[in-house]
């Protein structure tokens, strides 16, 4: 029987025939509520007791045994014809919780989020459909029935940016359709509903401005101003300001074109992104010439202000090429030592800060400059005055938590909470885009995160393609195409890696293709029909884009490491070349190099002295490399230890989740393991 669970409104369950399933009390319902927010993954015992009671009365005596009553007729009830004593296949017990195994199309809210992105990658009249269809599945506030639970208050709040930026981006593809008038009513809803979100004001005067009320569309932006103003203290963005100016100049863009595509590139990027045809390439080299130059006239040599120009420039330089990354990295931390000599932490923080680049692989490029950048951001955050802007004080934490990463310090994690915390109280979309780079770093707790990182993606990429952050936008984008590849779902990685190279290809971020490139060697290595040596030419051709890259984070070993894992994932010894350099990961070669060369005793022997992996994107392929050693050597303590670290990731692929490499289900290595340990000792 086909079980189906609605999300998006109060939390309901359907059986095959369309049926709402009873669900007896509101702690039974609460049960189901919370296995649905952790997606698949085991909620333990202890912490849905904690749940379940949180913030009102002391749980009880026997509130495990209360719980466990609570499963069993959740299962009576979801699985009404299961045999008594049979075990269950939808809410299942697993180590030391529940965890409910819904079918990825089972879960309304599941479908939303799958709906709306495969919608920017579809033309415009088969998007519009699919967004209508998916805005029609809420019933209501997701997990309305849940509204004052703390466990339920990210979800909640990530599904609702969701259908907003759902919302706003059908009402730019009717824009882009030509279907202005149809709309301006829920656009006037929307705005109404949510007057701080500037996009929605923006859509709403475009709308009536195409259905000729040019007066009703300026009268919009006025009250968009007007709120903004009085009730926030702060001017409108540069759209909607660059809007009204358009409107009242009666600029020729606005207007409807036929041809759904070229209107919604109008609708939708920005003048940047229309200077950058080769055609005008003279003229945009005379502006850039002459701004310069009237720069360095204007603006006296020793302006702090030049200063935070400058940070300004190399963050755009950063994401430009390898070249220029490089650049961005070496004059990074002259710009931080520049603004300290000064004696202004405020300006400090803010050349500190301001240097916002998206980071998407986990081991940092220069460990001494990123400790140098931590150890100025908390002596900056440690001489702040009190009444120092905190927004500025959530950028150094962002940077904290950035820089931070691959490192085992409890401070990473700390200063990305309170980076998130401040910007989502100060409601700023960029310094949360920032923060949530900063959040994504650090977590890596432990094995088996790809959902909880597949989460901070999609909120990533709401937000940014919602207020223009097109950099954090594609980050959002491969952050999921790494979650979805630990997940075994190719179908949706696909989709991100589209939609990454489609934003990338438009604003000119080079890099991009880096990361996609590698995911196609990865998407080979998982096709069942792929030859091995294929896709060893698929990852060597991969390989060729890091020469230059100016990633030396990603670049060392990472060849040898995709090639090891693809020779060990076929049964194949490691080779045994002795000029192959594994970088950083030479602990983990080491043991299977020696199994190669026949080296028993070598390998028991590296494997004493193997250090735990970094807490990282190839943490759980790190762990697979060593418990396959220690099973061919019969290291029992290894064995332990691997089995113990990849538990909590049995459901995905060893490292899939870097959206590089992969070794294959990570259960098959904890088969292996369990198989290996319950034999003699």
């Given at each position: 029987?086909?079980?189906?669970?609605?999300?998006?409104?109060?939390?309901?369950?359907?059986?095959?025939?369309?049926d709402v399933i009873a669900l007896r009390g509101p702690r039974h319902r609460a049960v189901l509520a919370r296995l649905l927010v952790a997606r698949r993954?085991?909620?333990?015992v202890e912490r849905l007791v904690e749940d379940l009671w949180a913030g009102r009365e002391e749980p009880p005596a026997d509130a495990v045994g209360a719980v466990r009553t609570f499963v069993a007729a959740l299962r009576r009830a979801l699985e009404p014809e299961r045999p008594p004593r049979a075990p269950a296949r939808l809410l299942v017990t697993e180590g030391p919780?529940?965890?409910l195994r819904a079918a990825p199309d089972a879960v309304d809210a599941w479908r939303f989020e799958r709906a709306v992105t495969a919608a920017g990658a579809l033309p415009e009249e088969r998007a519009l459909a699919?967004?209508?269809?998916?805005?029609g599945w809420w019933r209501g506030p997701a997990y309305a029935d849940f509204g004052a639970e703390t466990w339920a208050r990210t979800e909640r709040s990530r599904l609702a940016e969701l259908r907003l930026h759902a919302v706003e981006r059908r009402a730019e593809t009717q824009l882009a359709l030509g279907r202005a008038a149809e709309a301006v009513p829920d656009l006037d809803a929307h705005a109404a509903e949510h007057p701080w979100r500037e996009n929605a004001w923006r859509l709403l005067a475009l709308a009536l401005y195409r259905t000729g009320r040019q007066g009703d569309a300026l009268a919009v932006l006025r009250r968009a101003r007007t709120l903004l103003v009085e009730q926030l203290g702060a001017d409108p963005g540069p759209a909607l300001r660059r809007l009204e100016s358009d409107i009242l100049a009666q600029a020729p863009h606005l207007d409807t074109r036929p041809g759904g595509s070229r209107v919604r590139a109008q609708v939708t990027s920005s003048p940047r992104e229309h200077s950058r045809s080769p055609a005008d390439s003279g003229p945009a080299e005379q502006v850039w010439a002459a701004a310069t130059a009237a720069y360095d006239r204007t603006v006296a040599a020793g302006a702090r202000v030049r200063l935070e120009s400058t940070v300004g420039l190399l963050r755009d330089l950063a994401v430009t090429g390898g070249g220029g990354l490089e650049a961005a990295r070496g004059h990074r931390l002259a710009a931080i030592a520049a603004a300290a000599e000064l004696g202004d932490p405020e300006l400090t923080a803010r050349v500190i800060g301001a240097y916002d680049v998206p980071a998407i692989w986990t081991r940092v490029d220069d460990p001494q400059l990123a400790a140098e950048t931590v150890a100025a951001a908390e002596r900056t955050l440690a001489v702040l005055p009190p009444d120092a802007h905190l927004a500025v004080r959530a950028r150094l934490l962002a940077t904290v938590a950035l820089e931070s990463r691959g490192t085992r310090s409890a401070r990473g994690p700390q200063a990305a909470r309170q980076a998130e915390d401040i910007a989502r109280r100060l409601n700023d979309p960029a310094l949360l885009a920032f923060a949530l780079n900063g959040v994504f770093m650090q977590t890596f707790q432990h094995a088996g995160l790809a959902p909880q990182r597949d989460g901070i993606g999609a909120e990533l990429v709401a937000l940014s393609a919602r207020h223009g952050l097109v950099t954090h936008e594609v980050l959002g984008h491969l952050v999921r195409l790494q979650a979805r590849s630990a997940l075994a779902d190719f179908a949706g990685a696909d989709l991100h890696v589209a939609a990454a190279e489609q934003l990338a290809e438009r604003h000119e971020l080079p890099l991009v293709g880096v990361f996609t490139q590698w995911y196609r060697a990865l998407r080979l290595a998982e096709t069942?029909?792929?030859?091995?040596?294929?896709?060893?030419?698929a990852y060597r051709d991969a390989a060729l884009l890091l020469d230059g890259a100016g990633m030396p984070g990603l670049e060392r070993g990472l060849l040898p490491l995709a090639l090891l894992c693809l020779r060990v994932r076929h049964g194949r010894p490691a080779r045994t070349d002795e000029h192959i350099?594994?970088?950083?990961?030479?602990?983990w070669a080491r043991p299977l190099v020696s199994l190669a060369q026949g080296r028993p005793d070598d390998a028991r022997a590296a494997l004493r002295s193997l250090?735990?992996?970094?807490?990282?994107?190839?943490?759980?392929?790190?762990?697979?490399?060593?418990?396959?050693?220690?099973?061919?050597?019969g290291d029992r303590d290894t064995m332990e230890r691997a089995r113990d670290e990849l538990a909590p990731a049995a459901a995905e692929l060893a490292g899939a989740g870097s959206g590089l490499i992969t070794l294959g289900p990570v259960a098959r290595y904890l088969d292996d393991l369990a198989g290996a340990l319950r034999g003699p000792r």
């Open positions: 029987m086909e079980i189906a669970f609605g999300v998006l409104g109060p939390v309901t369950a359907w059986d095959g025939a369309g993954r085991v909620v333990p919780g529940y965890a699919h967004l209508e269809e998916a805005l069942d029909s792929a030859r091995p040596e294929d896709v060893e030419v350099d594994w970088g950083p990961y030479e602990p250090p735990e992996p970094p807490r990282d994107l190839l943490y759980e392929a790190l762990w697979c490399l060593a418990a396959r050693a220690a099973i061919d050597v």
